[in-house]
């Protein structure tokens, strides 16, 4: 008897866990991170440092036309030797590759201080997205795109999520359907 009853509990045990159904969501991340408060703080450091290696460059820009204008005084002045003409044009050719460098150099800084400031910001966004499958009891949480078909079963967190951070909902960061 107690065997038969085993028996029924192990084989009704695997269907109760079918009888529960996977429950899918989907999240925009895009405009939760816009009207995250960290996220204006971390573009407006990202700006600050982008027109400071900007005006930079401008004070580069300026010494190459100076010299190029100067180079071009040299290359009229029939009575110029050559090789100051030449030593002239080479000045002018490795100021040109510093400024090349140095705009290299700033674009990788600049990538390197966005990477560093949003860090944080995505990874609270991951852990709210993570809180919220959790508290939801979510199987999966995909981030909202393009797929081939959405079922009707598939569920929005984006407000659950936006409201695990304090986010608000703005025009901006409304998600398009």
Do not use: H
């Not at 204008?69 to 030449?86: G, L, N, Y």
């Not at 490795?94 to 800084?109: G, M, P």
């Not at 809180?131 to 081939?148: N, Q, Y």
């Amino acid at each position: 008897m107690i065997k038969k009853i085993l028996l029924a509990l192990v084989v009704a045990l695997p269907l109760c866990a079918w009888a529960q159904a996977p429950k899918f969501g989907v999240v925009s991340p895009d405009a939760i991170i816009s009207g995250m408060a960290e996220f204006a703080d971390a573009q407006k450091q990202v700006e600050e440092a982008a027109k400071t290696f900007e005006g930079e460059y401008a004070k580069i820009q300026d010494e190459l036309k100076a010299k190029y204008a100067e180079f071009q005084k040299v290359m009229d002045d029939a009575a110029t030797p050559q090789t100051i003409k030449d030593r002239r044009m080479q000045e002018i050719q490795e100021l040109q590759q510093k400024a090349e460098q140095f705009a290299q150099s700033a674009q990788q800084e600049l990538a390197r201080k966005q990477q560093t400031l949003m860090a944080p910001v995505q990874e609270k966004l991951i852990n709210a997205i993570k809180a919220v499958g959790t508290e939801g009891k979510f199987t999966m949480i995909f981030p909202d795109g393009a797929p081939a078909y959405v079922s009707s079963e598939v569920i929005d967190v984006t407000p659950l999520v936006k409201a695990k951070l304090g986010v608000k909902d703005t025009p901006a960061a409304a998600p398009a359907k």
